[in-house]
């Protein structure tokens, strides 16, 4: 018997496409560990755990993505918002060590978030030696990572108003006001069309795309051994999804490199580093001209998108054909405007990009091709702009189903910036992170040395697994 809907006065939503692209992992993962965001951030300042329980209790009026509630209604998933609560306990947990505080919350950040249990997110106060700290595990289709970061930051600005005896911050804006918006587009048939004939062009103007895995082409050359015409084969893998991270580092004085040559070049520092990653792919795969990578889309250009909570993110794939005559500058050029192109149709529902993508090329639900997804996460310097000295420490769930995702987060304290690998272990091995990270790093020196070197010669320069 379907499941009816709760007896609510509220209205009942379904989920909008970037919880929709959330909810597709976790139904498609046997271990349902991939679609929720552990993470602590250390404070570095006496905290007051009783007065900051009062303030999350603020914060439960302040951020309705905390008061998100979901169930079934003859089995389509519906959300709605319930009125501000009061919680009256707050685990408080004391460490002796960073690593033992790391042990407990990754155990906690591989069991599971029930959302149709009425949880949808887990808090835990901590201290550990004279820090103290915040504990955060909320389902991804509660909220991404920057609406994460949100929460982090109103939550501590709340606090310091309570401490100080001041105004509380400027109301955030409502995800559920968003939730509307996104109804509205697709409402918009106009819109919604141009957008679908942006991407029916998008997919077909350059044909079927190739599968560049950072692993290299065993992957590809297996599949071809049934039919040598496949270019893109399955590597969806629910069963074997196993994940670890592996995290590598890149310095201050390269970070600084990146950041000046992309105030020079009025383009982001994901395009350059993202440049840099493909390179690798193309390296290892016969140096293919052709890779395509997905590059998760923030979507919080808007005021009222960069403070709020609630999932809006989008993964957008970039697909960029080039020539081994091609410059360095000219090269991530190339990804800088493929990236513009898509940020221009960023609401249009990934599940129907990938959907159009699959009916076009004939592929199934297994197949993509995309073996990575790269998230620059400059969320450590949002975090300081709440007035506390900060750190900020993601924790892994276990289990993913892509084979690797890439998140940079820059880090405000040294000035360099960290690479976290989360990689499916049966297809990439720590190994292959490590030739994949210090390519993607002689990329960039030799990119910032010198603009004009081509690609050509930044793969001659590149190491192969054969090397």
């Known amino acids: 018997m379907a499941k009816k809907a709760p007896v609510t006065d ?5 989920l909008i496409p970037s919880q929709q692209t959330m909810y597709i992992m976790l139904k498609y993962s046997l271990h349902k560990e991939v679609t929720q965001i552990p993470a602590s951030i250390g404070i570095n300042a ?6 900051l329980k009062k303030a999350f209790n603020i914060e439960i009026e302040r951020n309705d993505a905390l008061r998100l509630r ?8 519906k959300q709605y918002f319930i009125d501000p609560y009061t919680v009256d306990e707050i685990p408080v947990k004391e460490f002796k060590s960073k690593e033992e505080q790391d042990r407990f919350f990754l155990k906690d950040a591989k069991t599971p978030i029930r959302i149709f249990k009425d949880e949808t997110y887990r808090l835990i106060f901590y201290k ?11 389902s991804h289709i509660v909220t991404d990572a920057l609406g994460a970061a949100v929460f982090y930051m109103d939550l501590l600005a709340v606090y310091r108003a309570l401490l100080n005896g001041t105004e509380l911050p400027e109301p955030l804006y409502k995800y559920e006001d968003h939730i509307k918006r996104e109804f509205e587009y697709l409402g918009n048939e106009k819109r919604h069309n141009k957008d679908a004939e942006f991407y029916k062009n998008y997919w077909t103007e350059n044909g079927e795309p190739f599968y560049a895995g950072v692993h290299g082409p065993d992957l590809l050359e297996k599949a071809r051994r049934k039919d040598p015409s496949i270019r893109v084969p399955k590597a969806f893998d629910p069963i074997h999804d196993k994940i670890v991270v592996t995290t590598k580092y890149m310095s201050e004085a390269e970070t600084n490199a990146v950041y000046d040559y992309c105030k020079e070049h009025l383009i982001t520092p994901e395009c350059v580093l993202l440049y840099a990653l493909r390179a690798h792919a193309s390296k ?12 998760m889309c923030g979507r919080r250009a808007k005021k009222q998108d960069k403070f709020m909570g609630g999932c809006i993110t989008q993964p957008i794939q970039i697909r960029v054909i080039t020539e081994e005559t091609d410059t360095f500058n000219e090269a ?14 960023m609401d249009y529902p990934y599940l129907e990009a990938r959907g159009m993508q699959q009916q076009i090329f004939g592929y199934s639900t297994s197949q993509g091709p995309s073996c990575l997804m790269f998230s620059w996460l400059p969320i450590g310097y949002a975090l300081n702009e709440s007035s506390f000295d900060v750190d900020y420490t993601a924790y892994e769930t276990g289990r993913f189903v892509m084979p690797l995702y890439i998140f940079a987060i820059p880090d405000p304290k040294n000035g360099g910036t960290e690479f976290r690998y989360m990689h499916r272990t049966n297809l990439i091995s720590t190994e292959t992170i490590d030739l994949l990270h210090e390519n993607a790093m002689k990329t960039l020196r030799m990119g910032m040395d010198n603009p004009e070197i081509t690609v050509g010669e ?8 054969t090397d």
């Open 128 to 138: 550990t030696g004279e820090k103290y700290g915040i504990y955060f595990n909320v």
């Open 46 to 51: 006496k905290i007051d755990f009783d007065l």
């Open 332 to 345: 991530v050029a190339k990804v800088s405007s493929c990236r513009t192109s898509l940020l221009r149709h």
């Open 458 to 465: 930044i793969l001659d320069n590149l190491d192969d697994f």
């Open 70 to 77: 979901f169930t079934k209604v003859d089995g389509k998933i």
């Open 10 to 14: 509220k209205p009942l939503y379904d």
């Open 284 to 295: 290892v795969n016969y140096r293919t001209p052709d890779v395509l990578n997905m590059l």
